[in-house]
């Protein structure tokens, strides 16, 4: 990367982490691009030559959010697409260490970003983000364990909202619980193996 390209990207995420901090305070239909300039130190030619409109800096900031999501995860994220029709199925499930880890350790290390992704959830259209984790991975795992399509959303909200009550009572008390005992409690719900009896 020359310096252009480092001054440039920069910038860039000068911009990404003001309009995350404005986000903080208020909905995206409210921020001008004043604020953000503001907010990054820099002038509004600076905005233009990066984007056309706010618009613009919410998709990069939306993948700024997500590729700095991704970068936790050593998983070669083709060979995990390609995997759902050869693996055995015990291989299609997500919630085991080597997915969890990554997943809680991003939350802690950036509580801040992960409660403003769900304050903001349809601004940052992370609804697309879900959409399109739906059709390339939850479908097709689904699918292997012979789950009827149209059943396909039922099953995957039960999923999703379980797994997210336990991180948002783990947010809730500032991540201070230590990650084995997150990972085991949503590993023995989501697998029925927690006995309320004994």
């Known amino acids: ?23 903080e305070k208020k909905d995206f239909e409210y921020i001008t691009i004043k604020e953000i300039c503001d907010t990054a130190g820099v002038n509004r030619s600076t905005f233009y030559l990066h984007y056309e409109n706010t618009s613009d ?46 997943y809680l350790t991003f939350i802690k290390d950036n509580q801040r970003l992960f409660k403003i992704s769900i304050k903001q959830f349809n601004s940052l259209s992370m609804n697309e983000v879900y959409s399109k984790m739906f059709d390339h991975i939850f479908s097709p795992i689904l699918e292997r364990f012979h789950v009827p399509e149209k059943e396909h959303a039922y099953v995957m909200k039960f999923y999703l909202t379980g797994v997210f009550a336990i991180v948002m009572e783990w947010l809730d008390k500032n991540c201070s619980d230590d990650m084995e005992t997150v990972t085991r409690v949503i590993t023995d719900c989501v697998m029925g193996e927690r006995n309320i009896n004994g």
């Open 1 to 23: 990367m020359n310096k252009n390209e480092s001054k440039y990207f920069n910038t860039a995420i000068k911009m990404d982490e003001a309009l995350i901090t404005l986000l």
């Open 57 to 102: 800096l919410l998709k990069e900031t939306t993948r700024y959010i997500i590729d700095k999501h991704l970068t936790y995860y050593e998983t070669d994220k083709t060979r995990i697409s390609l995997q759902f029709e050869t693996c055995k199925r015990e291989e299609l499930l997500f919630i085991t260490d080597e997915y969890l880890e990554p």
